[in-house]
């Protein structure tokens, strides 16, 4: 199994800041060592049956060990302060629908949040003291946010953002660029 052979650098404990940074890093991390099954389905292990075949008690013992790792990588990476809300869950679906809920947001808070990046990008305006990397990382950190959220949000449109925001010291290259 996969999980045996990986080793990662420790992992980012969640507070309570930046969900959706978080959640991405957990994700990548739980499919690594084949473990989000357990997270992403609430799926249940039956029961073995009588005279069971070693291969089957085999399959089992894994489905089961799993639910438990995945629950103990949750747990692990919660601090104390959010531990005690979800120490009481049983099953590693369980904990994460609840931090999603809690720190994603409902579908209302999640638009309203997109609202608010969407304007923060509209209003953006490169200030003659700040280089063009500065300003396109600016931009760029916005989409992204906009991005962990599940919209959708065009290279091609903070492109047109960058060349129209650009202050007139640039217009030459600008129009050598088109």
Known sequence: MASNSFNPVAPLVFNGEHYHIWAVKRTMFLQAVDLWEAVEEDY???PLSDNPT???IKAHKERVTKKYK???CLHSVISQGLFTKIMNFQLAYQIWQYLRVEFQGNERTR???VLN???EFELQRMKESK???EYADRLHGIVNQIRLLGEEFSDRRIIEKLLVTLPDKFEVKISTLE
């Open 44 to 46: 249940e292990v039956e």
């Open 54 to 56: 070693m291969q089957q």
């Open 111 to 113: 638009s309203m949040n």
């Open 131 to 133: 280089t063009v990397k």
């Open 70 to 72: 995945a629950k103990t």
């Open 117 to 119: 990046l969407r304007k």
